[in-house]
């Protein structure tokens, strides 16, 4: 049974204004409701109350609670993690207080934690490079790993829409991609010549493979591929070039927004394609990117060290 149909009417009333006001996406309405649930359990187990009736000292005891209490794997809980949990409660509070279920918005005087801003781990353009030349072959499967890897990290998509292209998507003479994205917010991603060049090889035998799955990458035995196929065939390809069993889908798209910044792309241009809705989720690459100017500078520069 889906978490949402678990929580209280007034929580559920919540995730469908999220649902159709917000368009967000079905996991990330299940996650919000498994941050709510939590909220729930503990408004009632903790604190004797229900969410109408909770108070700003309840939500400040559920962050030391959160800090306090083991997560699902037995692990402290990240500051960030917290901060997540948080804001769900408070998005929550300033729905009800607005539709007049409660009387007042209960997070207004309530502090909640920031999590410390975390720069994506980016690789070098070097080992990008090494990561695209590991499928080799001209079999199907290391066709269609090529085309992956490639169009992974030429148009920057989320791994939940790369495998969610449909032939249909594909603008070969444009070299555009159709993709939709969180909320289900569609965008056309460009991508260029090398990318091309293997998608086009793998809709070749592609063809041969699954004649008529409408998806652009399938496993090999014509079913879409899944979010998970898409992480091990991008994980197991780093592993043979020496890139260590952290390198996911996600990597690369850390890697297009970097290495664009890096070559001088304008911030804004690079927030429409990542399909970013706020530039401000975009703005930590040109952290990333200065950082590593000054990594450059401490190295090099001999006046940055104290002699």
């Not at 949990?85 to 300033?94: D, E």
């Not at 781990?121 to 079999?139: F, H, I, M, Y």
């Not at 241009?269 to 930590?284: F, K, N, W």
Request: net charge positive; aromatic share 4%.
């Amino acid at each position: 049974m889906p978490v949402e149909s678990s929580v209280e009417p007034l929580v559920r009333r919540y995730l469908d204004h999220l649902r159709v006001e917000r368009g967000l996406a079905a996991n990330t309405i299940e996650a919000y409701a498994r941050d709510l649930r939590r909220w729930v359990d503990f408004l009632a187990s903790e604190r004797g109350r229900v969410v109408v009736d909770a108070q700003p000292d309840d939500l400040q005891a559920y962050v030391l609670w959160l800090r306090d209490t083991p997560g699902a794997r037995g692990a402290q809980r990240s500051n960030a993690t917290v901060a997540r949990a948080t804001v769900v409660v408070r998005g929550l509070s300033r729905f009800l207080a607005t539709e007049g279920l409660v009387g007042d918005d209960l997070t207004r005087r309530s502090q909640v934690p920031i999590a410390a801003r975390r720069l994506p781990k980016a690789l070098s353009v070097d080992q990008v490079a090494r990561l695209l030349a590991a499928p080799t072959g001209e079999d199907p499967g290391p066709r269609r790993d090529r085309a992956l890897l490639e169009l992974l990290y030429a148009a920057g998509l989320r791994v939940s829409e790369a495998v969610g292209i449909d032939v249909d998507d594909v603008d070969d003479s444009e070299r555009l991609v159709r993709v939709r994205g969180k909320g289900s917010k569609e965008r056309l991603a460009p991508y260029g010549e090398v990318a091309a060049r293997a998608l086009d090889a793998w809709l070749v035998s592609r063809a041969a493979v699954t004649p008529t799955t409408p998806a652009v990458f399938t496993s090999l035995r014509g079913t879409r591929l899944t979010r998970q196929g898409a992480w091990k065939i991008v994980g197991g390809h780093a592993e043979r070039v020496g890139l260590g069993g952290r390198v996911s889908p996600h990597t690369l798209r850390h890697c297009f927004a970097t290495h664009l910044i890096e070559g001088g792309a304008d911030v804004r241009a690079v927030q429409e394609l990542l399909g970013h809705a706020s530039v401000t989720t975009t703005q930590i690459y040109t952290l990333v990117s200065r950082r590593a100017l000054t990594e450059a500078y401490v190295r090099a520069h001999p006046r940055a060290h104290r002699g």
